[in-house]
């Protein structure tokens, strides 16, 4: 039995084995099932010994040996995630009354009035209701015993108001990027002067014919609460380079556009300029700043130009300018000679004069009510290097005034002509655009081409600024800052408007600002006075000293001689020194003939052949 | 008992500082109101929701716990709402 039992375990095994697979089959009398199991320990036996087949290997290809680092640490990868923007929309909701059953028609009076009867009158209502009245009663009466949220410190606030410890700070609130593909800088921000909610933003390219030919001309304005689309679009005909609200009439605006012409917006009427100057009247270059005039019809404006004229209109009546000055240095009105301006500086408490800040980098100091033209232009100031794109009164102290130009800013004094009182010191980039801070006297802010926004305390910090942000990465041109003094807007060059707000400490006065200020100022004047006065001195005694010397050489040379004569005096002077080498040189050379000469009479025969050779080497010296 | 409820309405009307009662039922109906039509349905519509929040947020933190009051305050003035008492 167990025989037959085995061949059939030993045909199953080889079936298997060619399967590969291993199995081990025992077999049990059917008495010894049930059993206990009796363990019993045995050596190891060997079942199965598959030996390598050779003829596999056949089916392989050996690979090259290579190195496989293996770290036993979970696999990381990277990911980046950029969300999407999301554009969002403010919409208002309509309340509707619902919740009544479904064969309930809410629009009929009196089947509501059946069934809010119906509700009064059941009991678990009643219940509740005396329930939670109870409840109310008791707020209501508590709220009516104190004010549980009343200020105690409220009075002493105002005096403590030392946060002096606090960093000054800024933050961005939002960002206003131009829409369109093209984008444009965003050459000039204003706001909205009642409440302070909307902001104003000129786009124009100011790259000289570099402008794009699909660049659109809009300018927007911008609720500041969204970001994500103007509240209004302004078409004019031209980009506009500059923008000014209306102070007084808050649907007003005012714009200069690149082609030199002046329009005003009404934004009750819509995108269109309500009237554009004629072209004709207008400036020839763009138009870098407009501003308002303090005027009984509030309605007069000025605009200043690179072309060197400074014009006046009403802008009920857009067709030609009321008023026109050249600004010309030479008081003659020579449109040739003038300079171009780039900002104007006007201040409603001293309405007959104003500023006009110039390419070349002076700084022309006008009266509006003189009799002549050429008495208009009273005074001006040098400084700077190149043109001032910045130029304002001190708010408190309008004697004093800041210009922001080529790589410094500067504070002048208006009795101090020929230097300003105080400056910064050169900075890496050209600084942009600047303006003084409304509520603190000695704070002003500066953009700069790098994209940084310094907010300088001359009370804190002379030579830096005391707070330094890089904003974006492209130049910024123009800054803005609200008359609260808390919030401020600047332009870059892509159109990306960014709204800061600075910290409390930056727009808060500080107690006896003004007169530390006002004390720094006079300080700094009077420095500049004195030095004034020396370098008057030296340079009187330095005419009188060269007027001696020259009275002595008058007799013989004519007295000064004009630069012409100098120039002509130098030439003479030149050409007789270069006679004097050429005769040098021809003597010598005479010389050294001569001593040659000697040599070939000794040797007559070979005159000609040695003549040759000296006609040769007269050639050679000659060449 | 209508007139104690009555009562205690004006009684709570009367209360110095109140402008207004709304009362309103699980469906979001105003049952009663003090103020004109438009208000009511504005304040009974954001009401509910404020509500469940609330209560939401209370039960969550703590299960056995429930919303018994709610004051909204605000610059102007304050808004005080009282949850019926659910019963099961």
């Given amino acids: 039995m167990t025989s037959l039992i085995e061949g059939i375990w030993h045909i199953l095994f080889y079936v298997c084995m060619s399967k590969m697979e291993i199995v081990y089959v025992y077999t049990k009398k059917r008495s010894e099932f049930g059993r206990q199991c009796n363990f019993s320990d045995r050596p190891a036996e060997l079942h199965v010994d598959i030996l390598p087949d050779i003829s596999l290997a056949a089916n392989f290809t050996v690979r090259d040996p290579c190195n496989v680092t293996v770290q036993c640490a979970e696999e990381m990868s990277e990911h980046e995630v950029n969300t999407e923007r999301f554009e969002s929309e403010s919409r208002g909701i309509n309340h509707v009354e619902g919740g009544w059953p479904k064969d309930l028609n809410p629009e009929d009076m009196e089947v509501t009035i059946r069934y809010r009867k119906k509700v009064e009158k059941d009991e678990h209502y009643q219940n509740t209701i005396m329930q939670i009245a109870g409840l109310m009663e008791h707020c209501c009466k508590q709220n009516n015993a104190t004010d549980i949220y009343q200020e105690f410190f409220e009075e002493e606030d105002d005096e403590v108001v030392e946060e002096s410890e606090e960093q000054p700070s800024a933050k961005t609130i939002n960002v206003f990027r131009d829409p369109n593909e093209v984008k444009r800088t965003a050459t000039s921000l204003c706001w909205h002067p009642d409440g302070n909610h909307k902001l104003a933003v000129a786009y124009s390219s100011l790259e000289f014919q570099r402008a794009p030919n699909d660049m659109s001309f809009d300018s927007y304005i911008w609720d500041i609460e969204n970001p994500n689309k103007p509240e209004m679009t302004l078409k004019p005909v031209s980009p506009l380079v500059c923008l000014e609200y209306n102070p007084k009439d808050s649907h007003i605006l005012v714009g200069g556009s690149y082609n030199g012409q002046i329009a005003y917006w009404d934004t009750r009427k819509g995108s269109q300029p309500a009237e554009m100057s004629t072209i004709e009247h207008s400036h020839r270059d763009p138009v870098y700043k407009v501003i308002w005039l303090q005027s009984k019809t509030g309605t007069d404006i000025f605009s200043a130009s690179t072309d060197g004229q400074v014009l006046w209109w009403d802008i009920r009546k857009m067709s030609e300018p009321f008023e026109r000055l050249v600004l010309d240095p030479s008081k003659k009105g020579n449109l040739d000679n003038a300079l171009g301006a780039v900002s104007l500086e006007f201040e409603t408490t001293m309405p007959t004069k104003f500023m006009v800040g110039t390419e070349q980098g002076l700084v022309v100091s006008c009266n509006r009510k003189a009799k002549t033209p050429a008495e208009k232009i009273v005074c001006t100031y040098s400084g700077h290097h190149g043109p001032i794109y910045a130029l304002q009164r001190n708010p408190f102290f309008p004697k004093n005034f800041l210009t922001v130009a080529d790589w410094t800013a500067r504070i002048w004094s208006e009795d101090i002509k020929e230097s300003s009182i105080m400056w910064t010191k050169y900075h890496m980039a050209h600084l942009l655009d600047g303006c003084w801070s409304p509520v603190r006297p000695s704070v002003f802010f500066t953009v700069k081409m790098d994209g940084t926004l310094d907010v300088w305390d001359i009370l804190f910090k002379q030579n830096d600024p005391t707070l330094s942000l890089k904003v974006c990465d492209e130049a910024l041109c123009s800054i803005r800052v609200q008359d609260n003094g808390r919030f401020l807007g600047c332009g870059s060059q892509l159109g990306t408007t960014t709204l800061l707000e600075v910290s409390a400490g930056l727009c808060t006065l500080q107690k006896n600002e003004k007169a530390m200020v006002s004390e720094m100022f006079e300080r700094e004047t009077k420095r500049e006075k004195i030095l004034e006065a020396r370098h008057r001195e030296m340079r009187l005694k330095e005419r009188s000293r060269s007027e001696q010397s020259r009275e002595d050489e008058g007799k013989e040379a004519d007295g000064e001689e004009s630069t012409e004569e100098l120039v002509a005096r130098a030439e003479r002077e030149f050409f007789d020194i270069m006679e004097a080498e050429k005769k040098k040189e021809w003597n010598e050379e005479r010389q050294r003939e001569k001593e040659k000469g000697v040599c070939e009479e000794k040797d007559f025969q070979e005159e000609h052949e040695t003549n040759g050779v000296s006609s040769f080497t007269r050639r050679e010296i000659s060449l | ?88």
């Avoid at chain 2, 009562?7 to 309103?24: A, L, P, W, Y």
């Avoid at chain 2, 469906?27 to 519509?45: H, M, R």
Wanted: glycine residues 6%; aromatic residues 2%.
């Fill in chain 2, 1 to 88: 008992m209508t007139a104690e409820v009555e009562e205690t309405i004006k009684r709570i009307q009367s209360q110095k500082g109140v402008q207004g009662i709304i009362i309103v039922n699980a469906e979001g109906i105003p049952i009663k109101s003090t103020l004109d039509n438009s208000s009511t349905v504005q304040y009974a519509g954001n009401v509910h929701q404020l509500l469940m929040k609330a209560r939401g947020m209370v039960r969550d933190i703590d299960p056995q716990n429930d919303l018994t009051f709610l004051r909204v305050r605000s610059k102007k003035n304050e808004i005080m709402i009282a949850p019926g008492v659910k019963t099961i």
